[in-house]
């Protein structure tokens, strides 16, 4: 049996319930309270013969791993449920972040001030071309260029079929 000393000002009692859980299929784990603000973790393998000394040392990196991840978890947890119920209930406007570099704007919010020159109006979409009057127009150029070809005259379609 190994003994670890864990200080729970530096770990958080969920990082060690946390990191001694993983061990539980392979180890007996024993938490007691060792001295005030310390915890006394005592490490047993189920299978005979074992290194232990390697075991305390994966023991360390998860409970900094586990502490890592509570960090991260906790730093998150505004975003997290912001998602959840966006999910549940339909969009949901996000809080006001107070963002003067503009960091956390969509792609649409940071270009839909942006003036682009363009005199020859190629950047315009086909739908700012072919407004209502001109789709129309557009249309019967098209039917007339149809009933003037070659292969309506010598066929004599009227245009206005496929």
């Known amino acids: 049996m190994e003994i670890i000393t864990i200080d ?3 770990y958080s009692l969920r990082a ?24 006394q973790v005592k490490i047993k393998s189920k299978k005979e013969n074992e290194d232990l000394e390697k075991i305390i040392d994966e023991f360390k990196n998860e409970l ?3 502490s890592l991840r509570l960090k991260i978890s906790e730093e998150n947890k505004k975003i997290r449920e912001i998602i959840v119920t966006s999910a549940l209930y339909g969009r949901v406007e996000a809080p006001r972040i107070n963002d003067p570099k503009g960091i956390c704007k969509t792609w649409e919010e940071s ?12 950047c315009k979409t086909w739908e700012e071309i072919n407004s209502n009057d001109n789709v129309h127009k557009a249309v019967n150029n098209e039917i007339l ?5 070659e292969y309506c005259k010598m066929f004599k379609c009227d245009g206005d079929k496929n």
């Not at 001694?20 to 310390?38: H, R």
């Not at 020159?117 to 190629?122: E, L, R, T, W």
Request: charged share 25%.
């Open 8 to 10: 729970t000002k530096v």
């Open 64 to 66: 900094i791993n586990a």
């Open 145 to 149: 260029k149809e009933k003037n070809s």
């Open 111 to 122: 270009h839909s001030q942006v003036k682009i020159n363009d005199p020859k109006g190629i």
């Open 16 to 39: 060690i319930f946390g990191t001694a859980y993983v061990f539980l299929d392979n180890y007996y784990i024993f938490l007691d309270n060792f001295e005030d603000g310390k915890i």
